[in-house]
């Protein structure tokens, strides 16, 4: 499976972004679709997620209600809304795609990883 983000960029405060992710190669590693972000000396932390087949989703509760990830079968994207962002959204944000539907909030479930895109909320 290889992973292609993009969409990042320098961004406003209260503004939007859409990351789209797009999937290509096996179906089998991607049962399951995440977004995670990291900023220098952090951990990568979780976004969101989405199953392949249902569209069952689950978000960290520092984005719920202003990101949304869906997804797309005919074009075999990932994509991540973010509405009203604010400054501690700045990070290098990554997609991720897993075999297993289990904690989809850990990073190690995830099993293929796109390179990340870097987005910058400015105050």
């Known amino acids: 499976v290889q992973l292609q983000a993009s969409g990042g960029g320098p961004v406003q405060a209260g503004g939007s972004l859409r990351l789209p992710c797009t999937a290509s190669g096996r179906s089998f590693g991607r049962n399951a679709m995440g977004w995670f972000r990291q900023v220098p000396g952090k951990e990568r932390e979780f976004v969101a997620a989405?199953?392949?087949?249902?569209?069952?989703?689950v978000y960290a509760d520092s984005v719920q209600g202003r990101f949304t990830i869906s997804r797309d079968k005919s074009k075999n994207t990932v994509d991540l809304q973010m509405n009203s962002l604010k400054p501690e959204d700045t990070a290098v944000y990554y997609c991720a795609s897993g075999v297993l539907i289990a904690d989809l909030a850990a990073a190690s479930r995830y099993d293929y990883w796109g390179q990340g895109t870097l987005v910058t909320v400015s105050s």
């Open positions: 989405i199953t392949w087949t249902f569209g069952s989703t």
